[in-house]
């Protein structure tokens, strides 16, 4: 069974950093998609970053450039590396999974959530 677990959420004022990480356990190869979602209070829920199993990355028009994801096989780990953080970052971000090696419109596996608050 693949489990998801994210961490690293918190607290910062704008124009400040955090970093998530999601530990994915159950996988017994590399051959999968990871990718963040979030979702703020009231909307829908909105991908944020992905990364492929060949390591190819795609992020949201609304956080490129502010942004870094990346990934670590040998730990089974994604991370987020946000920088110059906005209010409207404000969200509970998602590590989401989906075996095969191209991330697609489908995700299988989901985390539990971390919960960013960016305050102004």
């Known amino acids: 069974q693949v489990q998801l677990a994210e961490s690293g959420g918190g607290s910062v004022q704008a124009g400040g950093s955090l970093r998530l990480s999601c530990v994915a356990s159950?996988?017994?190869?590399?051959?999968?998609?990871l990718a963040w979602f979030r979702q703020a209070p009231g909307k829908g829920r909105e991908g944020v970053a992905s990364?492929?199993?060949?390591?190819?990355?795609s992020y949201a028009d609304s956080v490129k450039g502010r942004f870094t994801v990346s990934r670590d096989n040998a730990k089974n780990t994604l991370y987020l590396q946000m920088d110059s953080l906005k209010p409207e970052d404000t969200a509970v971000y998602y590590c989401?999974?989906?075996?095969?090696?191209?991330?697609?419109?489908?995700?299988?596996?989901w985390g539990q959530g971390t919960q960013v608050t960016v305050s102004s």
């Open positions: 989401a999974s989906e075996p095969g090696s191209w991330c697609g419109a489908h995700f299988t596996y």
């Open positions: 990364f492929d199993s060949d390591g190819t990355t």
């Open positions: 159950g996988y017994t190869s590399s051959d999968y998609c």
